[in-house]
DNA sequence: GACCAGGCACATC
DNA sequence: GATGTGCATGGT
């Protein structure tokens, strides 16, 4: 059945095109991307993921053994370095003793297990847990992230303190589950809240959404 | 110089 | 369970 939050991803999706997320080249990439990216812009990340690439050290087995000295002041640019320190590694070891860093090893693992696992390293919340879930993983979760959250209150789907879940349950619901959907899906109110929604941006009444109602 | 950015954990009540 | 706070860089 078509609801209005299929009308509004088509919209979004006409207007902006596809977002080809995550950007990544590797999995490993998306992974740390998605722990720098916390409370950041993805610009300071980029710079943060680029030192990184220099130093040759964005692969799983070298990151474990990196000092966490070094590795605090490569990822500086992206900010909150030292908690983002403590952060990569606890995912790292994560990922290296329960996986071997070998995402094949993952094939049989239930989405809410490995939901579960993530969420259990410390440094990894929801959001995180989600992004690595989907852009990493290639599992249907649908991500909730600041922008999502403003967007759906502003249009009415959720009131403004609602629970990650309150959110997130409105596309378990209205979609089947669906990588590619819920990969673009996200990119988009991301990108619509770039553009048009940011906290003191007086270009939200011109947003693709609102110019629609008319 | 203020405000913002693709969160999370921890302290406190 | 709700609310407040620290974490930090770089662009506008």
């Not at 995402?103 to 297990?113: G, Q, S």
């Amino acid at each position: 059945m078509k609801t209005r939050l299929h009308d509004i991803y088509y919209t979004l999706y006409d207007y902006f095109g596809p977002q080809h997320w995550w950007p990544g080249e590797t999995l490993l990439e998306v992974m740390v991307g998605a722990i720098l990216t916390q409370n950041t812009n993805w610009g300071n990340v980029k710079k943060a993921i680029a030192v990184l690439k220099e130093k040759d050290v964005l692969e799983a087995h070298k990151l474990k053994i990196l000092p966490r000295l070094k590795l605090a002041r490569y990822i500086k640019p992206a900010g909150y370095y030292t908690v983002k320190t403590t952060r990569l590694k606890n995912f790292i070891s994560f990922w290296m003793e329960t996986y071997g860093g070998n995402v094949r090893k993952t094939k049989n693992i239930e989405t809410a297990v490995l939901r579960e696992q993530l969420l259990r390293v410390n440094g990894i919340g929801q959001e995180t847990a989600d992004s690595i879930l989907l852009y990493a993983l290639k599992r249907p979760v649908f991500v909730i992230d600041t922008y999502t959250k403003r967007i759906l209150s502003r249009h009415g789907f959720i009131n403004e303190n609602a629970a990650y879940q309150d959110a997130q349950k409105l596309f378990v619901q209205n979609f089947k589950a669906d990588v590619q959907l819920f990969n673009e899906y996200h990119a988009l109110f991301v990108r619509l809240g770039k553009e048009f929604c940011l906290k003191r941006s007086p270009r939200c009444a011109q947003c693709p959404l609102h110019a629609k109602k008319q």
